[in-house]
């Protein structure tokens, strides 16, 4: 936040012919999470906070950028420690720490944590993208009455939409409001049957609005 710092940075740069270089001026608390809406990736991230530690906005702002490695350096071993489990809860694990004893004979102490992805070598990254068009047509094709008719053509079974919405929220999507929810309270609402469940659950593999497992 020390502009005239930012400025001689900028300088710097430019006298070692450093062109890949940007330097902001900015609380990292609001540019943290600006930057990661913008969808920067960074390689590295060094992170050197005040005794405060960072906020959780800007950790998970930080590991949201999918980084191969943070560097955190620490000042303080409490808030250290706070925002390491943070990063290990947002998919990091620390592969090294280094203490550095810049205060002799005082109880401060500085640290230096190196963290990592998680299994970084055993991942594969995949972008999965549906234009307007692909979900127009799932949402077309998924509706009750056709999902009714595709279990009632392909396994002679009669379905109600009450277990249609059951197992599409066991699944995870979101239903429509008229699903024949009953409007009393403390209605017993019956549960779906293992057959049919099983051939709701076929029918929204077929229609595309689960993945097919395997």
Do not use: W
């Not at 959780?56 to 706070?82: D, Q």
């Not at 205060?103 to 991942?123: G, S, W, Y």
């Not at 068009?133 to 094709?141: A, F, M, Q, Y």
């Not at 309270?185 to 097919?212: R, S």
């Amino acid at each position: 936040m020390v502009k005239p710092a930012i400025e001689d940075a900028k300088k710097n740069a430019k006298k070692n012919h450093m062109e890949n270089t940007e330097f902001y001026a900015a609380d990292a608390g609001k540019l943290m999470p600006q930057l990661y809406r913008k969808g920067l990736v960074p390689d590295v991230i060094v992170m050197d906070p005040v005794r405060a530690g960072c906020s959780e906005e800007v950790l998970k702002a930080a590991a949201g950028m999918n980084p191969k490695r943070i560097v955190y350096v620490s000042c303080n071993p409490a808030t250290f420690a706070r925002d390491t489990k943070i990063l290990k809860l947002e998919g990091y694990e620390i592969k090294k720490v280094q203490p550095v004893d810049m205060f002799p004979q005082t109880m401060h102490v500085e640290t230096v944590a190196l963290l990592c992805r998680k299994d970084i070598d055993n991942h594969i990254e995949v972008k999965l993208e549906l234009d307007e068009e692909d979900i127009t047509k799932v949402e077309s094709k998924g509706t009750y009455e056709n999902i009714k008719d595709y279990i009632l053509d392909k396994y002679g079974l009669k379905v109600s939409m009450l277990y249609i919405a059951q197992i599409k929220r066991k699944c995870g999507l979101e239903l429509g409001e008229n699903y024949n929810k009953s409007k009393k309270d403390n209605q017993v609402v019956p549960e779906c049957p293992k057959e049919k469940e099983d051939a709701i659950m076929d029918t929204l593999k077929a229609f595309g609005m689960i993945v097919q497992e395997g």
